[in-house]
T-cell receptor, first 114, second 112 residues
Framework: GENVEQHPSTLSVQEGDSAVIKCTYSDSASNYFPWYKQELGKRPQLIIDIRSNVGEKKDQRIAVTLNKTAKHFSLHITETQPEDSAVYFCAASMGSGGYNKLIFGAGTRLAVHP | DTGVSQNPRHKITKRGQNVTFRCDPISEHNRLYWYRQTLGQGPEFLTYFQNEAQLEKSRLLSDRFSAERPKGSFSTLEIQRTEQGDSAMYLC??????????FGSGTQLSVL
């Protein structure tokens, strides 16, 4: 079936530490993997994405890695700050041709403590 | 604001009533998606359109749910004979071709 599993469900770190969130997906044809950040009461917002033709992408303190063989991708946040506290969702494109819709993971609630 | 717009922001209804939500996507986006989100969960795919054509509808979606996008611009999502289990945030998103999805602020539905 179409499924994305995300771990951990909650993550608590001290300010300045790194945070890592991991996802696995079911469809080997998936070729697009975005990450969204959702603050309380707000809409999900895209923070970084990666396509299947690259293994890693970085944007300042945020990086994403992809292992297509293992159907696994991860979000890395370095030098965490209190404003990074939010729920993070991974997603994978699924459907015929590898992209018709995004299937989301259940989310990771990240708390960054000062 | 040129983002995705959803109305209403909140809807409270009694069980058994029909409700309709509206989504106005970003103007040049030809793809429009509906998702449902409950507390502590990720967005759950409901259906999507490319222009005015509804290309996929989730198998989990009851026949009480219907969506339209008559002119390939705005879309409506209707829920007939609402049930308490329909209470959720209904999110609309749009994209240009197969690019990044941009979400609206959602419609929070409460069925009493």
């Amino acid at each position: 079936g179409e499924n994305v599993e995300q771990h951990p469900s909650t993550l608590s770190v001290q300010e300045g530490d790194s945070a890592v969130i991991k996802c696995t997906y079911s469809d080997s044809a998936s070729n697009y993997f975005p990450w969204y950040k959702q603050e309380l009461g707000k809409r999900p917002q895209l923070i970084i994405d990666i396509r299947s033709n690259v293994g890693e992408k970085k944007d300042q303190r945020i990086a994403v890695t992809l292992n297509k063989t293992a159907k696994h991708f991860s979000l890395h946040i370095t030098e965490t700050q209190p404003e990074d506290s939010a729920v993070y969702f991974c997603a994978a494109s699924m459907g015929s041709g590898g992209y018709n819709k995004l299937i989301f993971g259940a989310g990771t609630r990240l708390a960054v403590h000062p | 604001d040129t983002g995705v717009s959803q109305n209403p922001r909140h809807k409270i209804t009694k069980r058994g009533q029909n409700v309709t939500f509206r989504c106005d996507p970003i103007s040049e986006h030809n793809r429009l998606y509906w998702y449902r989100q409950t507390l502590g969960q990720g967005p759950e795919f409901l259906t999507y359109f490319q222009n005015e054509a509804q290309l996929e509808k989730s198998r989990l979606l009851s026949d009480r749910f219907s969506a339209e996008r008559p002119k390939g611009s705005f879309s409506t999502l209707e829920i007939q004979r609402t049930e308490q289990g329909d209470s959720a945030m209904y999110l609309c998103a749009s994209s240009h071709r197969q690019e990044k999805l941009f979400f609206g602020s959602g419609t929070q539905l409460s069925v009493l």
